[in-house]
């Protein structure tokens, strides 16, 4: 009987041994390995020589670099999740809507999310290429230009290009959150709020906002974190380049890492990301979740 | 001048200026007088507008499809260009010819592999297994087999003439590999400086001085 009372209440942990120690293994350990390598003192070829400290923090914050990469991976972050969570709301609020054509319109927009970042950054790399870029033929062809243009005269507009890129692959996953609430919401409530002689902005947001924002907040936050930590779209266009200019700190922190083979710092780097990750995503989290309790 | 290969640009520059990485005592030379003429001379040929536009981003698989393609007139590359432009698809006549030098003498960049051994205190027995090994590979007929099967330029004469006779276009190459300077990678600041020259030449592109970013570099460098 005893044996019995004791599986019993053993049994929900057995269950999720699995995930513990999947968790554990791919993700508690891998986290741990980070924080460890950025308090050590680490050789080129990668060996653990001691405990260093905040040595390797010291040196990352004391870089002039460091404060230019930050800077521009706040701008990166802020514009790309930003712009693509307007734009993808006011796309899935057409979405919503009957027209002809509706279905092809959506599967359209799912076409950005759906090709690979490398292959989306490598092309719109050669669209905007002042020498042979796509953009330039077509502009000359309609006769809207007369010679080559130079799309990325500064390391401002390369920038501006980067984030462009990044929305335009941002904007279907917030279309299709945003699409997945407004589906959810009765058509009743705008029934009665037509009854009551409410305009589309009332509508918009007293009715709609409220009820889809559980969906933006899940967006917001995912977005957050993915946009902050993308890799591929920086890469192939810039590679950081000029003079870390178009440096975010995932890519600067793997030149760090991969080509000066300062992996204690690049850890470092990666630490601190870590770090305003979590600030960021629990802050927005948990102002997000708060007023929704007080809206309930 | 790209993150990946801006190394290249300041050997090129530099050597053929009479400067270069290190003097013969293999001390590192990074802001001498003649590099820092070699870079303002690279920087000054972009802002007037002589190269293609973009050195910082554009990369030799850029420059070396617009050169197949006859969109620009000169190119510095390795000798599997007539192969990349073949396997590209394109069809151009064009020539070979050494890097230009303002010292008389013109100097290539050469990239090598190594075979190492590392210093175990090896025995009279196990030293003379190495030799032999070295002996039966660069063997002169053995050797030159093995170059032709790889496409690289060869390390010794015998290899050289295998391939001059082989391929009537890489004569021209394998006459330049006398003139190859190497990069100084066995020092162990390498990795700083390849990134650190490749850093300097971005940050001249965009209006900074160059005494001023290599009297940084070889400060943080050398101390």
């Not at chain 1, 002039?64 to 802020?78: D, E, H, P, Q, R």
């Not at chain 1, 514009?79 to 009957?98: D, K, M, Y």
Request: proline fraction near 3%; glycine fraction near 8%.
């Amino acid at each position: 009987m005893k044996k019995k009372k004791i599986l019993r209440a053993a049994g929900p942990y057995i269950w999720l041994l699995p995930s513990i120690l999947l968790m554990t293994v791919f993700i508690l350990f891998p986290i741990f390995e980070v924080f460890r390598t950025s308090l050590s003192e680490v050789s080129k070829a990668g060996i653990i020589k001691g405990f260093a400290g905040l040595d390797n923090f010291t040196k990352v914050v004391k870089s002039s670099t460091f404060g230019l990469v930050l800077k521009n991976t706040l701008v990166w972050t802020i514009v790309v999740v930003g712009l693509s969570t307007l734009i993808g709301f006011a796309l899935a609020i057409v979405l919503n809507n009957e027209f002809r054509g509706r279905k092809i319109a959506r599967a359209i927009v799912v076409f950005p999310w759906a090709t690979s970042l490398i292959i989306q950054a490598g092309v719109w790399k050669f669209i905007i290429n002042q020498d042979y870029g796509t953009l330039n033929t077509l502009l000359m062809k309609l006769g809207i230009i007369s010679g080559n243009v130079n799309w990325t005269p500064t390391p401002g507009t390369y920038f501006a290009w980067e984030c462009w890129v990044g929305i335009f692959v941002t904007i279907p996953f917030v279309t299709f959150c945003v699409l997945s609430g407004l589906q959810s919401i009765d058509a009743s409530y705008y029934e009665s709020a037509t009854v009551d002689g409410a305009g589309f902005w009332q509508k918009l947001f007293n009715i709609t906002l409220p009820l889809v924002k559980s969906s933006l907040t899940v967006s917001t936050v995912l977005n957050i974190i993915y946009v902050f930590n993308s890799f591929p779209i920086i890469w192939t266009i810039t590679k950081g380049d000029p003079a870390n200019r178009t440096d975010t700190l995932v890519t600067y922190l793997y030149k760090q890492a991969f080509y000066k083979g300062r992996t204690g710092e690049a850890a470092a780097i990666s630490v601190i990301g870590f770090l305003i990750l979590c600030v960021c995503a629990s802050v927005y989290m948990i102002l997000s979740l708060r007023k929704e309790d007080q809206d309930a | 001048m790209t993150t990946d290969e801006g190394q290249a640009a300041f050997a090129y520059y530099t050597w053929n200026n009479g400067g270069g990485f290190v003097d013969e005592n293999g001390d590192w030379t990074l802001n001498s007088d003649a590099n820092v003429e070699a870079i303002e001379y690279a920087i000054g040929l972009v802002n007037a507008g002589y190269t293609n536009s973009d050195p910082a981003n554009n990369t030799r698989y850029d420059l070396q499809d617009m050169f197949g393609a006859g969109q620009i007139a000169m190119v510095i590359a390795p000798n599997s260009l007539p192969t990349y432009i073949a396997d590209g698809g394109h069809e151009v006549n064009f020539g070979v010819a050494s890097i230009p030098t303002n010292t008389g003498e013109s100097v290539s960049a050469g990239v090598m592999d190594r075979f190492m051994c590392f210093d175990n205190g090896y025995s009279e027995e196990e030293l003379a297994a190495i030799s032999t090994f070295f002996d039966y590979f660069y063997d002169d007929e053995r050797y030159s087999e093995w170059v032709l099967m790889e496409g690289f330029l060869p390390a010794t004469i015998a290899g050289g003439e295998a391939v001059a006779a082989s391929d009537e276009s890489m004569a021209a190459w394998v006459d330049i590999v006398g003139s190859s300077k190497f990069y100084p990678t066995a020092k162990a600041e390498w990795a700083d400086v390849k990134q650190g020259v490749i850093d300097v030449e971005q940050r001249a592109l965009l209006g900074e001085d160059v005494r001023t970013l290599l009297d940084e570099l070889q400060a943080d460098i050398a101390g």
